[in-house]
């Protein structure tokens, strides 16, 4: 895997091989250390590969996540741009849900701020458009999982794994008013009611509105584009945390109700 076009039967295998690893947990060395020139392009590749044949499977898209969005989450992980996974139909659960950790190999937890499309976003966006097609809006749970060993991990490792996406616990949605500043929004996230982190909406890329726009200019080059009644979480508002058995976690914010997950 030495250049920038890598061949695709190559890029199949490695997809093979993450599903595997998800499927016995059984973890692999990372990507990026076993072939340091897979390019972001290659990554996304495989990504896209994983995704087709679980859909030839038989499984849904519900969504889109970004993420990499706040600079807490940038920091924790080492990486400086914003990435992209997709939401399957089986990952989401409403808010009060209990999830088994031993159902995932190294998990952890992000509070996020998420939108319902009222209408398609077939091209790239701008900030106006994208508020525009926004039908609703909602805190959202994003768990986190990786098929790596641990979680030193670069970007092409991110992607590749489905942007780390195994998880979404959903709150109730509220209609979106497009005169909302979505930045102001204050989220707290507890566990066993303590507090465990605070954030803002304006930590994720300044705007949580903007986020959905980078990813209206993503999503073509991955030959797909966002239709409405797709979900988008946007990013988190602060770095990622354990999932630990037995722990009740919750998380609200200025305007939007509340999002509870209980783990087994």
């Known amino acids: 895997m030495a250049g920038p076009e890598v061949d695709e039967g190559a890029l199949a295998g490695l997809a093979r091989e993450l599903a595997d690893a998800a499927r016995t947990g059984v973890p692999v060395r990372q990507l990026s250390k076993r072939f340091p020139r897979l390019t972001v392009t290659d990554a996304y590749r495989i990504q896209r590969i994983s995704l087709e044949e679980r859909v030839s499977a038989g499984a849904r898209i519900a969504g889109h996540k970004v993420g990499l ?149 993503r999503l073509p080059a991955l030959g797909t584009t966002l239709r409405a009644g797709d979900i988008v979480l946007a990013g988190s508002v602060h770095a990622s945390l354990p999932l630990t058995p037995g722990t009740h976690f919750r998380a609200t914010s200025t305007r939007l109700p509340a999002v509870h997950l209980h783990v087994l």
Do not use: Y
């Open 69 to 217: 969005t706040s600079a807490a989450m940038q920091e924790q992980m080492g990486i400086d741009e914003p990435d992209s996974g997709v939401i399957l139909t089986s990952m989401v659960a409403a808010s009060g849900a209990g999830l088994r950790s031993a159902d995932f190999m190294n998990p952890r937890i992000e509070t996020e701020i998420a939108f319902r499309l009222r209408r398609d976003l077939a091209e790239p966006s701008d900030l106006a458009t994208a508020r525009s097609a926004v039908g609703e809006v909602f805190l959202a749970f994003e768990v986190l999982d990786t098929v790596f060993a641990n979680w030193d991990i670069t970007l092409v490792d991110s992607i590749a794994d489905n942007a780390a996406c195994a998880g979404v616990i959903t709150s109730s949605p509220v209609p979106f008013d497009p005169a909302w500043d979505l930045a102001a929004e204050q989220i707290r996230a507890e566990a066993d009611g303590e507090t465990v982190a605070t954030g803002q909406g304006r930590d994720i890329l300044g705007d949580p509105l903007k986020a959905l726009a980078w990813l209206t200019h």
